[in-house]
């Protein structure tokens, strides 16, 4: 497993917004992160005390920076920095996700990758009920480096 320690070193998230436990495997076309972020009170996407599924897309999105970020460092380069470019195919079972009894469980598998950015299918899940599922396209900044 890695640790939210090391999670931080993989992406540009600091502080309160690395939303990402841990992940609990990896290879080179998919992650499975696991998280508890979304029951912090303190969580900084809430509003008036409630976290929405809509913000499911984010945590796909980090699951893919992370995968990015791995996958990088496998080859011996670090990832070019990335912007979310769209969201396709959003499907989103609750309403809510700061009331959840258990963590989440976010699955991310690459569907396309080249020098330009990434395509992700994403599911997010609590034990066996599925949250929310789509795509997530990142275009990426080579010239921010």
Excluded: K
């Excluded at 969201?87 to 598998?109: C, N, S, Y």
């Excluded at 395509?119 to 609590?126: D, G, I, N, Q």
Aim: hydrophobic share 40%; with cysteine.
């Amino acid at each position: 497993m890695i640790g939210a320690e090391e999670i931080r070193r993989l992406i540009p998230h600091g502080g309160s917004m690395c939303l990402i436990d841990e992940v609990v495997r990896w290879d080179l076309r998919t992650i499975h992160c696991r998280t508890r972020t979304h029951l912090d009170p303190a969580h900084p996407l809430r509003r008036d005390g409630a976290l929405g599924a809509l913000h499911l897309v984010e945590y796909g999105a980090q699951a893919m920076a992370i995968h990015g970020g791995l996958e990088a460092r496998s080859r011996g380069v670090t990832a070019a920095p990335g912007l979310l470019a769209s969201v396709r195919d959003l499907r989103l079972h609750v309403q809510h996700i700061h009331d959840l009894d258990g963590p989440l469980e976010l699955h991310a598998e690459q569907q396309l990758a080249s020098v330009s950015g990434w395509l992700y299918l994403f599911r997010a899940l609590c034990g066996e009920r599925l949250l929310g599922s789509g795509r997530i396209a990142v275009m990426t900044d080579h010239n921010s480096r």
